[in-house]
């Protein structure tokens, strides 16, 4: 289990202005959720080899790379982001054979493996944090984590007034060897996620060995799980307010995108090009700008950052163009792509989003106008693959998925679901398990049912079902990534060039190619753009002006 020299071409260049390109300036990366994507041993739970036998439908979907979301060995309290041991698998999804053999078997397709990495805290079952609890106070490893005595007359008070984004206090009082009431500990998520403190250099060596590991085992690339959070700011300030959640994206808060943690990535980025074939690392980083969003992709940080901006953005011509223009421009003085993304593990699906109306958020729990929410959807997705830059899909998304919003309150997984405060809790509904197949005890997900319950008529959603039939969703996402690697103006870039359009209308152009989007509930009449290349619903010319119906995107070559 070593570096995998036969990786795929990096298609790095340097274009004509002397720039320096890779492959990921223009890349589909596609997300797998590993415990929803495919069951290779029929226990109900998706596992790497269920993923290693569907690469197959990933490479004939046309992406470039695939993003697995965490499959360490973990104790499960977050769905896999408390990791335990960072260099081993868990067994519920397998062994490092398995993800050797994943990795080796994705390159052999000509797909790159991005792995999560979860940097800013580690399980409560960590060996460091396990023996810092044991040994109790004066433990050289209480300072690997955040260890603080509580305020009030004996200490029953957290030390400062920060929350946790899964509700309630950031703190969590520790009990002595002897029994006694200890020190508090800090976990910005749930209380068995403890934070790590990157200010003790131990931590800091420690993932630089996790990732030469990794980077020796093949895999392409990480996604940097909570790269705003890892530093905290000096003495650990109280916010001085309560409902903090309400502030995350609008301010920079004490421990969230604290300017330290890009020296933390430039020393990443070292070891990133001490390897060949342009492995990469993307940064989650939510900040309350797009400007800020920026910092992190400076030419010796990382190389992609999530745009969740453009994801929280309503369905609605002006806030579009205006997220895309800032955008566009936040990204083009650091020289790095603008990333596109509509759905992930955390969110709403957008089939179900773009169902309900504007100012819900995104965590949504009603399941809203399903006929209304797929058109929207498919329209969004062609204008997120014509933009210029990278863009994330989601697994499912490709089918038109909706979110699952009927899961009965036994059935759910998500921790933030039983807390009484901090995120909704609703995130299980997009993480329901895929369908392959029409029919099946899991709609061909595995022998063994699935680990959470799948809606009734899913399978008429599935592959099996949408594969090579006209219209489908999937269909049209597979002749959306080959029209998008085969035209010369769509792919990497910096720019587009508005065209005038009608209120409610998004037009644009880029080299040879311009895209006609109808944000508004009711057909527009416009003039032909060209030849149609692709569209998300049915479009028929009619001499020089075409009709666009309501919630369309249509591709036009010129």
């Known amino acids: 289990m070593t570096q995998h020299l036969a990786a795929p071409s990096t ?223 000096e003495g650990l300030p109280d916010l001085g307010t309560h409902d903090q959640l309400k502030l995350l994206g609008n301010d920079v808060m004490p421990f969230f995108d604290q300017d330290g943690v890009h020296e933390i990535y430039r020393s990443w980025r070292v070891i990133l090009d001490e390897y060949p074939g342009d492995r990469i690392a993307v940064a989650e980083a939510w900040t309350p700008t797009v400007e800020r969003t920026a910092n992190y992709v400076r030419p010796d940080e990382m190389h992609q950052a999530f745009n969740f901006q453009y994801l929280a953005t309503a369905w609605d011509a002006a806030a579009l163009r205006e997220v895309i223009d800032t955008s566009l421009d936040a990204m083009r003085p650091v020289g790095a792509p603008t990333t596109w993304v509509l759905s992930n593990h955390d969110v709403t699906r957008h089939a179900t989003r773009f169902a309900n109306p504007a100012g819900l958020g995104t965590q949504i729990r009603t399941p809203g106008d399903r006929e209304l929410g797929l058109r929207r959807a498919r329209a969004a997705s062609l204008l997120m693959l014509a933009l210029p830059g990278s863009a994330y899909v989601y697994q499912g998304e490709e089918l038109g998925l909706p979110d699952v919003t009927d899961l009965p309150d036994e059935a759910r997984q998500d921790p933030s679901f039983f807390r009484a405060e901090g995120q909704d809790g609703f995130r299980d509904g997009c993480r329901v398990p895929i369908p392959w197949t029409r029919e099946g005890s899991s709609y061909g997900f595995g022998a063994g049912g699935s ?74 009449r416009i003039p032909v753009q060209g030849t149609v290349l692709l569209s998300s619903a049915p479009v028929r010319a009619d001499g020089d002006t075409v009709e666009l119906p309501a919630d369309t995107t249509v591709w036009w070559t010129v």
């Open 11 to 233: 298609g790095t260049s340097d274009d004509a202005a002397g720039h320096r390109t890779g492959w990921w300036q223009d890349a589909v990366i596609y997300q797998v959720y590993p415990r929803s994507f495919a069951d290779g041993n029929g226990d109900g739970m998706g596992d790497l080899a269920g993923v290693r036998g569907r690469l197959p439908y990933l490479k004939e979907l046309g992406v470039d790379a695939v993003w697995l979301s965490p499959f360490y060995a973990s104790p499960q309290a977050d769905a896999g982001y408390d990791v335990a041991d960072y260099r081993a698998i868990d067994p519920m999804f397998g062994s490092l054979l398995d993800a050797d053999a994943l990795i080796r078997d994705a390159h052999d397709l000509g797909l790159r493996i991005i792995v999560d990495l979860v940097p800013n805290h580690s399980s409560d079952q960590h060996e460091w944090f396990k023996r810092a609890l044991t040994e109790g106070p004066g433990s050289a490893l209480r300072d690997r984590y955040h260890f603080r005595p509580g305020k009030g007359a004996d200490g029953e008070l957290p030390p400062n007034d920060w929350e946790s984004i899964f509700g309630g206090p950031a703190w969590t009082r520790t009990v002595n060897p002897d029994g006694t009431p200890g020190d508090w500990y800090l976990h910005l998520f749930a209380p068995e996620q403890p934070d790590f403190n990157w200010e003790h250099p131990a931590v800091a060596d420690e993932f630089r060995s996790i990732l030469r590991f990794w980077l020796d085992m093949g895999v392409d690339g990480f996604r940097v799980d909570v790269a705003h959070g890892l530093v905290k700011a």
């Open 451 to 524: 680990w959470l319950p799948q809606p009734t008529g899913w399978g008429e959603l599935s592959v099996e079902a949408q594969t090579g039939a006209a219209g489908s969703t999937l269909e049209l996402y597979r002749a959306a990534i080959t029209a998008r690697r085969a035209h010369p103006g769509l792919g990497a870039g910096t720019e587009v060039r508005w065209l005038d359009a009608p209120e409610g209308l998004l037009a644009f152009a880029r080299p040879g190619f311009v895209c006609t989007v109808n944000t508004t509930g009711a057909p527009v």
